[in-house]
């Protein structure tokens, strides 16, 4: 079902000559659907006398901050930065005034995909209806004590760390939320906001709570906000791990299979936990003229423009096809690690990122559903830089530049997104005939919401690992069991990068040596220059590589935009040569090996003289 939501707000002074609350709601724009609605109601604290003023930047730097933030965050992640940003600013404030002026409640709610999340602080409550049922999801936060019940004991601003409470649920359509600020609440009772909150418009809902507010008496200001959902959102990756787990796992396929209107054409992976098939289905439509498919030799198994054909005058296309292997069908991890891949994927495609990243389809071509667990990549034409090494061809310093700023730029937009794709080599980058560079597996990356068991994972292939992942200890020059080995990061795939354009600048050697699988990485000295082995490499080129391959990660560039940097300022501003390790962290041994030629050389002395220079 499409997004849909109705959204009522009301708010009067009441009886106090100043409104002090304030709330605000924001509907996502185009594009950005996945983040779902937010709607927040805040109570400014009167005593200091700018109870508004914080009421109304809270909730305005909530619900439009909101949106700023990466699409791979969890809900609650996103709300606890803005409102810890947002309490630790008026909490300066409030220590350069005694006593304090600026101090709200705030409740906050965000529907998103099938589930809603509620951030609440102070006595502001939030209530849902569901099938006639009215049920309070907050808790005020005053004192227990009835005669203290005005006294609040969490407030937003008075101290620089603020514990928020933080709920999360299902969503169903027709359900409605109420946000009642305690001008409200405090005077309405809970049958008469069951009754009022069936009427069917939420600004009708809104206004009539105010209003019989007021009409019992309320001396307080009063403010309401009501949410209707009327439609579902697309699914959050808990929505597709549910959905991943009523599915079943297609049995292995042969070619001249079927699926859901898909042909099997042939298998292309099988690694043991994945299988990849390229498949063929009905192509949209496409007017009079239908490209030929190109050279079998010429495929590879992801990418975005899909290679097209046709058969007996009718046009079809090629796609990926990804699921698990049958022996892992009832893995309940590796099934929510592919989830994750489909959800992340499907987030990437509405950022900058989706340029070089391929296409994931949400449903096979022709309106059918989907009886099984697989996700459905578009297929292009081209081949991965692995394919093109192992055909020795030879990349040009100019070529290997223009692959990595196109590999950069797809990096940068993916880190700003708290995303890590964590297995960067030639074998996942895909050159298409468009000339379009494009990231292809997603199954390894870390994004802030994977599974624990991808994230637990030693993942990515040995060669390309930094050398933090394995405990390396650059004292020792060694894998030092004592040293905890680095989670992976940002800086994780620019060295898989740096490794990646080495390899190719020398027709496939690898500065630290090829490190095979339950092997450990081995950094015992600094790499030779890629222009010791082709004699095209610029230094300034040089510099830039062995900066990105550096053993000590303080020498490496540390963003994706600082390294895109180096490459286009290029020899007009060039960079030095990372210093080279000094002879202690090439060599730990190395005092030991010289105090062991002194003695040998010392002994020989001795000997000759004991034997041959006269008593």
């Not at 309070?136 to 603020?162: C, I, K, N, S, Y």
């Not at 418009?201 to 809104?206: E, F, H, K």
């Not at 099988?270 to 050279?295: F, K, Q, W």
């Not at 099934?335 to 891949?341: D, G, Q, Y």
Request: overall charge negative.
């Amino acid at each position: 079902m499409s997004f849909e939501m109705d959204i009522g707000y009301t708010s009067l002074a009441g009886a106090k000559p100043v409104n002090e609350d304030f709330a605000g709601a924001m509907l996502p724009e185009e594009g950005h659907e996945a983040m779902g609605v937010i709607a927040a109601i805040a109570d400014g604290v009167s005593a200091g006398g700018l109870g508004r003023d914080a009421a109304q930047t809270t909730v305005t730097t909530l619900v439009r901050d909101y949106y700023g933030t990466p699409q791979t965050w969890d809900t609650t992640v996103a709300l606890d930065r803005i409102i810890a940003a947002q309490n630790a600013w008026l909490a300066a404030s409030n220590r350069r005034s005694e006593p304090a002026v600026g101090l709200t409640t705030l409740t906050a709610l965000v529907l998103r995909g099938h589930s809603y999340t509620l951030a609440h602080v102070g006595d502001t409550r939030a209530y849902l209806l569901r099938e006639g049922q009215v049920t309070q999801l907050t808790v005020d936060h005053v004192m227990p004590h009835r005669d203290f019940r005005h006294q609040l004991m969490r407030v937003v601003g008075a101290e620089d760390r603020l514990v928020v409470d933080y709920m999360q649920g299902d969503l169903q359509v027709g359900d409605v939320f109420i946000l009642l600020s305690d001008g409200v609440h405090g005077s309405v009772r809970l049958r008469q906001l069951a009754e009022l909150a069936e009427l069917a418009q939420a600004q009708v809902i809104a206004d009539s709570l105010v209003q019989a507010a007021l009409r019992a008496g309320s001396n307080d200001n009063a403010t309401a906000v009501v949410v209707r959902v009327l439609g579902l959102l697309d699914a959050t990756l808990q929505d597709v791990s549910r959905s991943a787990q009523e599915l079943p796992v297609p049995v292995r396929l042969k070619p001249g299979d079927l699926i859901d209107g898909l042909r099997v054409e042939e298998v292309v992976a099988d690694n043991g936990v994945n299988l990849i098939y390229r498949v063929r289905g009905m192509a949209p439509t496409l007017g009079t003229g239908v490209s030929s498919l190109p050279p079998e030799g010429a495929l590879a198994p992801k990418g975005g423009l899909s290679a097209l054909g046709s058969s007996a005058g009718e046009p079809y296309v090629y796609y990926a096809l990804k699921t698990l292997h049958p022996s892992r069908a009832h893995d309940p991890e590796e099934c929510a690690a592919l989830a994750h891949e489909a959800w992340l994927a499907r987030c990437m495609q509405s950022s900058r990122a989706a340029e070089h990243l391929v296409q994931l389809h949400e449903a096979p071509p022709g309106g059918k559903g989907q009886t099984a667990f697989y996700l459905l990549y578009d297929w292009h034409a081209g081949e991965s830089l692995q394919q093109m090494l192992a055909r020795k061809h030879r990349f040009a310093p100019t070529q290997v530049v223009d692959l990595a700023t196109q590999v950069l730029q797809a990096l940068a937009r993916l880190h700003r997104q708290s995303v890590v794709h964590r297995d960067l080599k030639p074998a996942n980058l895909h050159l298409g005939t468009d000339g379009v560079l494009r990231l292809l597996d997603l199954g390894v990356a870390l994004s802030g919401r994977e599974p624990a068991a991808v994230r637990e994972l030693h993942a990515g292939t040995p060669s390309y690992v930094n050398p933090e992942q394995w405990g390396f200890s650059l004292r020792s020059g060694r894998i030092d069991t004592d040293v905890p080995p680095e989670a992976p990061d940002a800086q994780s795939d620019l060295f898989a990068l740096g490794v990646t354009l080495y390899q190719l600048l020398t027709e496939g050697k690898l500065p630290y040596g090829e490190v095979l699988p339950y092997q450990s990485g081995r950094y015992y000295r600094d790499p030779q220059s890629p222009s010791r082995y082709n004699p095209e490499v610029p230094i300034w080129l040089d510099h830039v590589v062995l900066k990105a391959v550096a053993r000590d990660k303080r020498q490496r560039f540390e963003t994706a935009e600082e390294f895109l940097l180096a490459l286009e300022r290029g020899a007009s501003r060039p960079l030095t040569a990372p210093p080279a390790s000094p002879l202690m962290q090439r060599d730990p041994a190395f005092v030991w090996k010289l105090l062991l030629v002194v003695s040998g050389l010392f002994n020989v002395l001795l000997i000759y003289w004991l034997l041959f220079l006269p008593k």
